[in-house]
């Protein structure tokens, strides 16, 4: 005599001996969703965007910098230039502390966006520094890494209105040409202190050098 299935009884090969109904499965897809959305924010939490990236991505645009009545520094860099990552620190710092007195411009060399700007200010090498008084006339370049303290005296120079420091790799430029090409204004101080520094001011050699 055979036995009759009890109805009471689960099925073991029916959907629902899971015992999860469709709700309850959507339920758990969107907590894993959750976690997962939560995973990758916590991780960029603990990572966050390096200060060279920092400053790039919060820099102002040149032509309104050297139009706002302040000074101005601007900085000729790429992201894989290890002595513009060493440099980027100092120069946030700096940013920060001279907020609503100075600004501070990064220009990237491998944006072409950037190229008629790179050409204009003859940028032989990186990190490249154009320095810019408050009505937005240039009366200054430094080429190669500098220490924080250098950073300190030319912006605090720059700010103040007072003519630069004498450091090596540091050069006046000329006012007396405003709106022309800011490399052609060159005074001889420039080409001295390259000189006696031994920088690359001295050779023709692409921006992309100063790695």
């Known amino acids: 005599m055979s036995s009759t299935p009890n109805p009471s009884t689960p099925d073991p090969f029916t ?7 469709r709700r309850e ?17 916590l991780r960029g939490g603990l990572q966050p965007a390096a200060p060279l990236q920092r400053l790039a991505r919060q820099s102002p645009d040149l032509t309104t910098a050297l139009a706002n009545g302040r000074p101005t520094l601007v900085e000729f860099y790429a992201d894989w230039c290890e002595a513009c990552r060493a440099m980027a620190p100092a120069m946030e710092a700096i940013e920060q502390r001279q907020r609503g007195a100075l600004n501070v411009v990064l220009l990237n060399v491998d944006n072409p966006r950037w190229q008629p700007q790179v050409e204009r200010y003859g940028v032989n090498g990186i990190p490249q520094l154009e320095l810019f008084d408050a ?5 200054g370049r430094s080429i190669g890494a500098r220490r924080p303290q250098e950073l300190e005296a030319l912006t605090n120079a720059l700010v103040a209105g007072q003519p630069l420091p004498a450091l090596a ?15 052609s204004a060159s005074s001889g101080s420039e080409s001295s202190a390259a000189a ?14 100063h790695g």
Do not use: E, H
């Open 25 to 41: 499965r959507m339920l758990l897809a969107a907590v894993a969703a959750l976690l997962a959305l939560l995973l990758i924010w």
């Open 135 to 139: 009505a937005g006339q240039p009366v």
């Open 169 to 183: 790799g540091v050069g006046a430029t000329s006012s007396l040409n405003p709106g022309g090409d800011a490399a």
């Open 15 to 21: 959907p629902a001996s899971s015992g999860l109904g």
């Open 196 to 209: 006696s520094s031994g920088s690359a001011a001295s050779s023709p050699i692409g921006p992309r050098s």
